[in-house]
């Protein structure tokens, strides 16, 4: 029953966030290519080819799962929220760090701290409000989920709009794995929401 209702949720979600698919201005030439690729080969499991060349597999079942898949050409500029089941539950629109040297890095983190409110020490706002409130830092060099503008690219952060990022940090904890990847991810998602329809099917015929 919680995997079904998970599942409605994101039904819900994708639907809503169909609407706000708007065109990002980005120039594909000047984004540079990551030495770490991550390939989800299922929602919880993910082809990795490190900085050495050398290639594994890693399954993160029984985590919870952050999957920020980037606001870059080929890339879909969404998160999700992946429960220890594999269970896809949330899906929110982000964005990611700009071309030009603030690429967000590819790779698997992990949450290191949690923070309600926070100025950015780097890049403080000028009019000296929080410019990273909800931070959720996943590297030692300040990279961050965060609240933010998701029609801007970031330095380096992932944005997340204001109404989803509240639930994402009450979600997460420190430990939380944060996956970042080029490329696709909401196949997985897709894929969820058509078993549930089949299951609801298979409930009809036979009640």
Avoid at 9 to 36: D, T, Y
Avoid at 73 to 81: F, N, V
Avoid at 181 to 204: T, V, W
Wanted: proline content about 3%; aromatic content about 8%; glycine content about 10%.
């Amino acid at each position: 029953m919680k995997k079904l209702l998970f599942t409605i949720l994101s039904m819900c979600l994708v639907s809503g966030l169909a609407v706000g698919n708007e065109k990002r201005e980005v120039v594909v030439s000047k984004f540079k290519k990551q030495p770490v690729k991550i390939k989800p080969i299922s929602p919880t499991k993910f082809d990795v080819t490190d900085k050495k060349g050398n290639n594994y597999v890693v399954d993160l079942t029984g985590h919870k799962i952050i999957v920020v898949s980037v606001s870059e050409p080929g890339s879909e500029g969404k998160s999700y929220a992946v429960d220890e089941d594999g269970t896809i539950w949330w899906v929110d629109e982000i964005s990611s760090g700009a071309y030009g040297g603030h690429e967000t890095p590819s790779g698997i983190f992990h949450v290191l701290l949690k923070r309600r409110y926070h100025m950015s020490a780097t890049h403080p706002s000028s009019d000296g409000k929080n410019n990273m409130d909800f931070e959720m830092l996943f590297t030692h060099d300040g990279i961050a989920l965060h609240l933010g503008n998701t029609r801007a690219l970031s330095h380096g952060c992932i944005h997340v709009g204001r109404k989803d990022v509240e639930a994402m940090f009450k979600w997460v904890e420190v430990g939380t794995k944060v996956v970042v990847l080029r490329g696709s991810y909401g196949h997985f998602l897709n894929e969820e929401i058509e078993a549930f329809k089949r299951d609801i099917e298979a409930y009809n015929r036979s009640h």
